[in-house]
């Protein structure tokens, strides 16, 4: 009983959100649902429309290549993974869903891929993602600063910070607390000085292309060129903190070596192609089960079915974006989401000519099948995990809906699957 019903409960939410934005019923309209939580002080909002990769939506395509010749070769790891960072940051701000920005790098080249579905505007992308990172430590004109407007520049720049690093409490990472750890270069040592010697127990906010960061109050005069920025800090914030330092602190000049520009309509006549293969696929096994199989077959369609409402909605709410290889990996994982009915069944109908009684037979089918349906999807898990960890772009994409596809299967086959024979097969 208790599983019924949360089969029935996933079953009318996938419904749910599979739902077209708008419908009507009998003259009257309806509309979707969206998501907009809070969870854990996070929040999460999802509008549940599929997200369409470069290749289907349409979009840019660029590269660019980083001159890190100019920065000592122990920091250009730091300062490219900056420069990515404050890329990403740019065009986000954009309003670009979903862009995709990766790190190409050879033993003394690096390369940044961006893509950027559905862009409008290429030359205004170009133009901001090109700009250089701005880093400025700026003071509070005010005794009790209420917003940016409230902070006046310095001479204290970017320039002058030679790099931003985390640091833990007595240099023990298990036990100690993060924090920022600041050096400057020996001008920019001088002007911190000055600074904290006439402005003890003030802030200095520090800003990244107008934006602020983080805005730590000045404790003592510090003369040697190394500062702290201390606070309760998590390590991923303290590590992202540092990364957007980094970014005003070691610009590393990029330049345009590569732009080409994908069609909507090549990506709506691949999202065509890929629905009616789908479709084809998906008549052909529901026919083949039905053939083979009977009533069970009609029972593992039914499964088929959930399967696919499942997974489509799983897809919108981690969101995957989806790509032309994606929705490969989908329809792929279709195919495979009734081999674990397959051997099932066939092992079903060895027990019954074992002279098993037919109820026997089929609890019996289950739960001895269920060794070999674990180990081939198991062995699927693995190669799909690999492609995922080491591919890039698209790979990671097919791999990721392969994974997805597998993981619900199991729930499908066995579960629900299971119950439905039970229901029907129990007297």
Known sequence: MRTSIIISACLLVAVLINMPPQFSIAGRKFYRPSINLNLLGKPFIRDLNFKL????QGGTHLVYEADTSKIPDADKPQ?????KDNIERRINSLGVSEPLIQVANTVNQFRLIIELPGVSDVTEAINTIGQTAQLEFRLPTSASPSSILDFAPTDLTGKDLRIAQVQFDGGNQVGGNPSIGLEFTSEGGEKFAKITREN???QLAIFLDGMPLTAPVINQEITDGKAVITGNFALEEAK???IQLNAGALPVPIKIIEQRTIGASLGNESISKSLFAG???YLV???????NYGFKGVLANVALTIYILLSLSIFKLIPVTLTLAGIAGFILSVGMAVDANILIFERIKEEIRWGRPKRAAMELGFHRAWTSVRDSNVSSLITAGILFWFGTGSVRGFALTLIVGILVSLFTSIIITRNLVRAFYSK
């Open 53 to 56: 990769g470069l290749d289907l």
């Open 79 to 83: 300062a490219v993974l900056a420069t």
């Open 200 to 202: 003890t127990g003030k």
């Open 240 to 242: 992202r903190l540092t």
């Open 279 to 281: 479709i084809i696929g």
């Open 285 to 291: 096994i529901l026919l083949f089960m039905v053939f």
